[in-house]
């Protein structure tokens, strides 16, 4: 089977003799074409975070698999969401090839280990319950492929994105999205325009589902840890903003919560923290739903 990512694009024979402002917008018109191809997949990832969201809405955990390059961006996007969106760690699971942390021989060889694949989806008794995203740009990598198929074998949702139109990732998840992002400026290095893309295709995505999880309020990070000096501040603005106060007011309501925004802004409104906390176990954390709430 041809890989599209795998061709030689013969616009760019000669690459390492131009000058190295042509080289560079060489790969810069790679990028943006990268980019762009995340366009034509708006409706696919919508639908694909829809099925997520419903998935965790039950508890259920959110699990990222992949090798090489497309394994380390899967890795990037997953340890993200707890910083950004208070997304709990331990519904958080990232599988990649050999590990994150494996020597480069191990970590590139280690895509083809089907049987890894398999024990890791078996060892952390991936189920029903759960959401699987694989990502791999040739969309046939082993390891990906076969943590997909377990996966939804076990019963969970399955998700497979990758950067060839006849990758089997698309058939075997129950979600396959094509990621057109076109042969690399470099022939093969997938670390470029297809995991841009990839990159581009997963931030929006786990966005999304955090949205539909109540973890935004209007585009404000309500779910945030503010785990430094810099995120405090941000918060503070946060719930200076939505609860229509002072800053004096939002400081000493997020000190009172342990700095936890959402409780915060609710005992600005009156609120107890543990009325505020209370509120919001019964509407899943949405602040939204909570500020609304008659019970």
Not at 167 to 193: C, K, N, Q, W, Y
Not at 258 to 274: E, H, N, Q, S, Y
């Amino acid at each position: 089977m041809a890989l599209s990512t795998e061709e030689f694009d013969l616009r760019f024979a000669g690459l390492d003799q131009w000058s190295d402002a042509d080289f560079l917008t060489a790969l810069w018109e790679g990028q943006m074409r990268a980019v762009a191809s995340v366009g034509l997949v708006i409706a696919p990832l919508a639908a694909a975070a829809a099925d997520i969201a419903n998935r965790l809405l039950d508890g259920g955990r959110l699990v990222y698999a992949g090798a090489g390059t497309s394994g380390t961006v899967a890795w990037q996007d997953a340890k993200e969401l707890g910083g950004t969106f208070g997304w709990p760690e331990d519904q958080t699971i990232v599988l990649v090839a050999g590990g994150v942390d494996s020597e480069p021989g191990v970590f590139n060889s280690a895509e083809d280990d089907i049987d890894a694949a398999k024990a890791a989806i078996r060892d952390h008794h991936i189920g029903p319950g759960d959401a699987v995203i694989g990502v791999a740009a040739s969309g046939s990598t082993p390891f990906t492929v076969n943590a997909i198929c377990a996966a939804r074998a076990a019963g969970a949702l399955t998700v497979g994105i990758c950067n060839n139109a006849d990758g089997a990732l698309l058939s075997h998840a129950e979600h396959g999205i094509f990621l057109d992002s076109a042969p690399e400026v470099i022939a093969g290095s997938t670390r470029m325009g297809a995991g841009t893309a990839q990159k581009a295709a997963l931030n929006m995505l786990s966005t999304l589902v955090m949205n539909r999880l109540g973890r935004l309020f209007d585009n404000l990070m309500v779910g945030m840890r503010a785990d430094n000096i810099k995120l405090q501040g941000r918060a503070v603005r946060i719930v200076a903003q939505i609860a229509s106060c002072t800053a004096d007011a939002a400081q000493a309501a997020l000190e009172n919560s342990g700095f936890d925004i959402r409780c915060a802004v609710l005992m600005v409104r009156g609120k107890t923290l543990p009325q505020a906390q209370e509120i919001l176990a019964s509407v899943n954390g949405n602040l939204r739903a909570a500020l609304e709430y008659k019970g």
